[in-house]
């Protein structure tokens, strides 16, 4: 007996036993160990933040400019014009005019502004520009030389200029000099004078206005606030202390220096469509912008009011909804007409909605300050206001349209302004840019946020009602260490440890199937934790083994991979680099073309001022020529030249004859005194002879 209860059971464990056994870890959360608790709560982000609603103000937009001045300067400059006649043997005369510039002092220069002469002759000319223009008068004599001057003056009124304190003194011929206290210079061949004390500007404050309008402020942080103008395309951001600019009460920008802004409270303005380019009025209907029609709308809490004072003219009128609203609505006030009010110092809103013609139900405008939308709710569903060319506003659905975006202010009408006072205004254009870059990453931000938010939620809610069903794939889903298990205890989760034990599993034939067993215990459905073992737990043949499917196959616990995927999107991994070929674009250029070359443009500007002042287009009649004019031969160029060569033969001639008769007298006059001395030897010698006779006898 005791041999068939052994045999039996011998076959019972070789029945168990006699096929090939896995090793894998199991969690033993008999006796679990609490270690902490996890809390579930949604992060800080993901809660409901009120943001600041913007405000609608007047503003004006100035820059401090450098001290600058310009005034009146004076040109002078006198030249003495000779004319020179010189006489021939022949009775011809040879006439040239010259030019030679005199020098001119301060006080002359000063005389001729005040009594507009120059010396004894009077000046002719208007307004800015003064000249004695004259020749030389006077007859030629024979074979002499004679020469006549007269003094010539030219007075210009010109502009000069300082830039700033320590700019200098400039002028249409240039830098003059850099000292203040200077009153005149010499400038080539003339004085330019004026009054030294128009040059001292260190006292001055000066304010240019370069824009204004209306736009929309909200608070940046403790110190600074933001002013946007969506119809000029502009952003201000400004610090909200008070200044003391030029005796004015001015807010500095912080983005530029010497930049201010001056805020005018202001919290009502017009509302255009920036695809229409039309205003809104009270009673829901278009208007052209200049005209008498549209109204000002008051902006509180995002919510678009009007004044008291325009309640009367609100009348009656249908806004026809879109295909997706089909109750028709009237426009309708709850608050009366309070007299005696001033909407201007002390405005007393009333809130600017629809009421429904069928239910009574009233409906509120809002206005978005990021997306620029016109939003109400009608029957639980929430529409934009569009814009209909030639027809009345309706509601639709939100698409981000253009007629879907309207702006408090009124369009812009573009102005011509200098190139220098653009610059400012062009940072300001570029920070409106970089402003609706940033609200499109806002709005982008918050939708992501949004979804991140709702998907924590759902995992909360997920994670609490899997928690209910089995801790272990709670911790598991919330990537908690192995056999970690999470129990829910209200909005927290208490986590343990439970023991990690790595065994072999076997199996058992059952009728339902394969079944994974070990001892007494079988696998249970989460993978981890063990079960009692019961027949049929698992009934399908397929079995969870440690987060993966195995099926009982030759002998062996097999696993099983999937032969499809859930479907997902195709995220991109890397954006490539761009090689930035701009170079290529750009024109060649050198130094050379960035350095001043004063010298040239100084005499440049000395031949076109010579042509003014002479008040010719020739540029060969202002140059000093030595023989300008020759009224000696009227002969052409060759017959000049045969002129000059007969009379150098005449010359040659003349002076030939004069040194023969100074020779020929030369020698007649030798020959004579030698014709005496001979006579006188000879007489000398008789006399000797004689008186040797006298003292022989």
Not at 348 to 354: A, E, G, L, M, S
Not at 551 to 575: E, R
Request: hydrophobic letters at 35%.
């Amino acid at each position: 007996m005791d041999c068939k209860i052994a045999l039996g059971l011998l076959s019972t464990i070789l029945s168990i036993t006699a096929v090939a056994s896995m090793n894998i870890t199991v969690c033993d959360c008999s006796q679990p160990k609490t270690i902490g608790l996890l809390d579930a709560e949604l992060p800080s982000y993901c809660q409901e933040t009120v943001a600041e609603n913007p405000v609608i103000k007047k503003y004006q937009f100035f820059i401090k400019e450098e001290p600058h001045a310009h005034w009146d300067g004076f040109v002078c400059r006198t030249w003495v014009k000779t004319k020179k006649i010189e006489g021939f043997f022949f009775g011809g005369y040879d006439t040239t005019f010259t030019t030679s510039v005199r020098p001119m002092a301060e006080k002359e220069c000063w005389e001729m502004v005040q009594y507009h002469r120059c010396f004894e002759n009077g000046m002719e000319g208007a307004k800015d520009s003064f000249a004695f223009t004259a020749s030389p008068v006077g007859p030629g004599a024979w074979m002499q030389t004679k020469e006549y001057g007269i003094i010539n003056c030219l007075l210009q009124r010109i502009t000069l200029r300082k830039d700033c304190v320590k700019c200098p003194i400039t002028s249409p011929y240039g830098i003059l000099t850099n000292n203040s206290e200077t009153s005149f210079v010499r400038h080539r061949d003339s004085i330019i004078v004026w009054d030294a004390s128009k040059a001292n500007i260190s006292d001055q404050c000066n304010l240019k206005e370069l824009k204004n309008g209306t736009g929309l402020v909200t608070k940046v942080d403790t110190s600074s606030l933001k002013l946007v103008d969506n119809t000029a395309q502009l952003e201000f951001f400004y610090y909200e202390n008070l200044e003391n600019i030029c005796k004015r009460p001015l807010r500095k920008l912080k983005n530029l220096d010497a930049a201010y802004l001056h805020i005018t409270a202001q919290n009502w303005s017009h509302i255009y469509n920036e695809e229409t380019k039309v205003c809104l009025d009270i009673n829901m209907e278009t208007a052209p912008c200049n005209g008498r029609k549209p109204h000002e709308f008051l902006l509180l809490d995002n919510e678009i009011a009007i004044n008291n004072e325009e309640l009367s003219a609100v009348h009656a009128n249908c806004i026809a909804p879109a295909a997706l609203y089909a109750l028709s609505t009237i426009l309708a006030t709850v608050i009366p007409k309070r007299k005696g009010t001033n909407p201007i110092e002390k405005p007393r809103p009333t809130n600017f909605h629809v009421k429904s013609s069928r239910c009574g139900q009233k409906i509120n405008f809002r206005w978005n300050s990021e997306t620029l939308e016109i939003t109400s709710i009608v029957d639980g569903r929430e529409g934009c206001l569009t814009a209909r060319g030639g027809l009345q506003p309706s509601l639709a659905d939100c698409n981000q349209e253009k007629n879907q975006k309207w702006i408090f202010g009124l369009p812009n009408i573009p102005i011509k302004r200098k190139m220098d006072d653009g610059q400012p205004l062009l940072l300001q254009h570029h920070q409106y840019m970089e402003h609706q870059a940033t609200v499109n990453e806002n709005v982008l931000e918050k939708e992501i946020k949004k979804i991140y938010c709702g998907n924590l939620q759902v995992r909360r809610y997920t994670l609490m009602l899997l928690a209910e069903q089995n801790g272990l794939l709670a911790a598991r889903a919330n990537k908690l260490p192995a056999c970690q298990r999470l129990k829910i205890y209200g909005d927290y989760f208490l986590v343990q440890q439970c023991k990690l034990e790595n065994i072999s599993v076997g199996m058992k034939e059952t009728k339902c199937g394969p079944e994974p067993i070990f001892q007494n215990y079988t696998i249970g459905k989460d993978g981890f934790s063990l079960h009692p073992f019961e027949e049929c737990f698992w009934a399908n043949n397929f079995v969870n083994l440690n987060g993966k499917l195995y099926l009982w196959k030759d002998g062996d616990w097999s696993a099983i991979q999937p032969t499809a995927h859930l479907s997902t999107l195709k995220l991109v991994s890397k954006f490539t680099e761009l090689e930035d070929n701009e170079a290529q674009y750009l024109l060649n250029s050198h130094d050379i073309f960035e350095r001043p070359e004063y010298e040239q443009i100084n005499a440049v500007n000395e031949i076109v001022n010579k042509i003014h002042e002479s008040n010719t287009r020739s540029l060969s009649a202002i140059l000093v020529n030595e023989r300008e004019e020759s009224r000696f031969w009227s002969f052409t160029s060759w017959a000049a030249k045969m002129r000059a060569s007969l009379i150098t033969v005449i010359l040659v001639v003349i002076l030939t004859i004069c040194v023969i008769f100074l020779l020929w007298k030369y020698k007649s006059r030798i020959g004579g005194l030698q014709e005496i001395l001979t006579h006188f030897a000879i007489g000398v010698q008789e006399r000797r002879r004689r008186q040797n006779n006298v003292l022989t006898e």
